[in-house]
């Protein structure tokens, strides 16, 4: 079992800032790729920002610009600091981490999500 725990969003106005932080743990024998994803209210979850093992990154082009992915693989964590933000980023924000357990089985978790709202 892979456990995520998401920590980080709130209520900010349009222009400010929020950083989110997300730590797996648990059988972890390697984490290949982690990110966020994010749901508005309506509509599909989508990417955001995804990072590999190797620090290579794919984002949303809503979000490029703005947010930055980072990683600390020692830790297995991972970091969204999202700037100018506005009132379209307001979704609920899911971490997901995909790699290989201890028993060599592959995983794909996610996060119990946390609501990142702006206001205009």
């Known amino acids: 079992q892979v456990q995520l725990v998401e920590s980080g969003g709130g209520l900010v106005q349009a222009g400010g800032s929020l950083r989110l932080s997300c730590a797996a743990s648990g059988s972890i024998f390697r984490i290949n790729a982690m990110g966020w994803y994010r749901q508005a209210p309506g509509k599909q979850r989508e990417l955001v920002v995804v990072?590999?093992?190797?620090?290579?990154?794919t984002q949303a082009n809503s979000v490029k610009g703005r947010f930055t992915i980072s990683r600390d693989n020692a830790k297995n964590t991972v970091y969204l600091q999202m700037n100018s933000l506005k009132p379209e980023d307001t979704a609920v924000y899911y971490c997901n981490a995909a790699g290989v357990d201890d028993s060599k089985r592959q995983f794909d978790s996610w996060g119990q999500g946390t609501q990142v709202t702006v206001s205009s």
């Open positions: 990072i590999s093992s190797g620090g290579i990154t």
